[in-house]
């Protein structure tokens, strides 16, 4: 090859890879609460995790059904055994190798008592590592075993080991860990910088498998994420180019983005829905104006909140139309859902106030109302307008609104009489929902998020019948009277599911999730 060639060879090369390496900013109101992959349930965390840690399986993007991730292969041995065969060449971020003990010492991390993730290994009895191979037994058989396994991803144990991480970081503490500012994993990005509050950088892992199996269709290189509080600062970002996507547009500004011919809308349906949960357990509610008892475990109470509630008016006005109005905890994409359960209580201020008085209540209450500001979409002003409604049925809601950082560790205290939550279901099955927000809070997951403390030996009898059951028939049916009983129990205060435009630059290709998160392997920057 004489001079003149090689000239050409290296200018094609200089001139190919800036267009093969792509760089991707993207931004949304609040950062992520942690880089530990057992410490915080939260869905914008694990969104963020899935892209340097991965599960055994994992959800295609396209078809939401099942497929190989870290397993390349499973079978059910028996009703409590499942057989996992582990994907070979597999190496962590640093070199090291995937072994069946990272996994199974993995998954038991993610049942440690400081792990937020309980709610996805229930059921697990024990985990055994063999050779190249995993196997999980079940305490009895366990319907949605896969699906939960989507959300538990795989640490190494020797990294755990030397940086002292072996147990997850309790988040109802201040104390932190390695694993809570450092990640290595055996995704397709690693960790290059994490500023909480300001940015974190991820970069391409050179040695992930998915290289060498083709499994990236996407072109970005390096992944930007710039958490940005303001709205107006955010829209700013996108509007001027400085970030290609925004995760969470407010729906003031989306006519403004599509009329904008260097931007564009992807919009869907969310499986997340948003209510209110309510204290339930204290005999006297903190900071509330009635003494001696809690107004709250009146169901006469509970019931005139949500009747006082007008969220035809919070969809039109709020929300922009950018809301399904609900009656109950789930929606439609999630296994167990039925019409005949989501069924609201009509908005009636008159109804309202005579529940009030029968229980006691004529003249109203002050009570402490606590709300995210910077977690869901227009999460502060939906509990500025319901504390509004609420007032003119004589209840009076002293509002404060915290970041998700504060606001999540603070609930999980029980430091809130009256709270926002907003609750997607990874697992696209009832039974994470009704496990988390209903269950009586015990071990293993149950009642995880039940943060209000409601209690009812009904519905726990329920939805341990559905964590067993295999028929799908008469599992939906289960499911369906336990929701039939949180809506006459009145647990909480369902308001709407959550409906998610992405807004972006034209010349970004994304897959929409009603996960709401980025699948990273598929992003595309022109």
């Known amino acids: 090859m004489n001079i003149r060639t090689l000239a050409l060879a290296a200018m094609a090369i200089c001139c190919v890879l800036p ?53 390349t292969a499973w079978k059910q041995v028996s009703p409590t055994q499942v ?67 989507t959300e538990l991803r795989i640490m190494s144990r020797a990294w755990a080991e030397k940086n002292n991480s072996l147990e997850p970081k309790d988040i109802k503490t201040k104390e932190e860990s390695h694993a809570h500012r450092n990640a290595m994993g055996t995704g397709p990005f690693m960790v290059k910088e994490w500023q909480p509050d300001q940015r974190l950088v991820l970069v391409d892992n050179p040695n992930w498998w998915g290289h060498a199996a083709k499994a990236k269709a996407g072109n970005v290189t390096e992944i ?48 997340r829905t948003i209510f209110f949960g309510m204290d339930q357990h204290r005999d006297e509610l903190v900071g509330s104006s009635v003494k001696g008892k809690n107004p709250l475990k009146d169901q006469r109470v509970r019931q005139a909140l949500y009747q006082a509630i007008d969220m035809d008016s919070i969809h039109k006005v709020v929300m922009r139309g950018l809301s399904q109005n609900t009656g109950t905890l789930i929606a439609p994409q999630v296994n167990g859902w039925t019409k005949r359960a989501d069924q609201r209580y009509p908005f009636n201020v008159a109804a309202a106030q005579k529940l009030l008085a029968d229980a006691g209540y004529k003249d109203g209450f002050e009570v402490d109302f606590a709300c995210p500001n910077n977690r869901y979409i227009a999460d502060e002003r ?50 994470y929902s009704l496990q988390s927000l209903v269950r009586s809070v015990g071990a293993g997951g149950d009642g995880n998020y039940n943060v209000g403390r409601y209690s009812n030996p009904q519905m726990d009898a329920l939805v341990e019948r559905v964590k067993v059951e295999t028929d799908h028939k008469r599992r939906n049916e289960l499911i369906e009277q336990a929701l039939i009983l949180e809506h006459q129990d009145v647990s909480h205060l369902p308001l709407h599911n959550q409906v998610i435009p992405w807004a972006m630059k034209q010349g970004i290709d994304v897959v929409h999730r009603a996960d709401n998160r980025l699948d990273w392997r598929l992003v595309t920057v022109k």
């Open 83 to 149: 057989q996992f065969t582990l994907r070979q060449g597999v190496k962590f971020s640093d070199g090291s190798t995937l072994t069946a003990e990272d996994v199974k010492y993995s998954l038991e991390r993610a049942m440690a008592k400081t792990s937020n993730y309980n709610v996805y290994t229930q059921g697990i009895d024990k985990v055994v590592a063999s050779g190249d191979s995993i196997d999980v037994f079940t305490k009895s058989p366990n319907p949605v075993l896969l699906n939960q396994l």
């Open 224 to 271: 930007i994420y710039t958490p940005i509080k303001s709205e107006a600062t955010r829209m700013a970002a996108l509007l001027s180019g400085e970030v290609d996507l925004v995760l969470d547009p407010t729906p003031q500004d989306l006519q403004r983005v599509q009329n904008n011919k260097a931007l564009k809308v992807v919009t869907g349906p969310e499986n």
């Open 382 to 431: 939906i509990c500025q307008a319901v504390a509004a409604m609420w007032a003119k049925v004589g209840v009076k809601a002293k509002l404060r609104t915290l970041p998700l950082v504060t606001y999540f560790p603070m609930i999980q205290r029980h430091e809130a009489s009256i709270y926002m939550l907003g609750w997607g279901v990874p697992t696209f099955d009832a039974l």
């Open 19 to 71: 267009l093969q390496a792509k760089t991707f900013k993207w931004a949304s109101a609040s950062d992520i609460p942690t880089l530990d992959i057992h410490s915080q349930n939260n869905a914008l965390g694990n969104g963020v995790h899935a892209a340097i840690y991965e599960s055994l399986v994992y959800y295609n993007s396209k078809t939401f059904k099942l497929e190989p991730m870290l397993a």
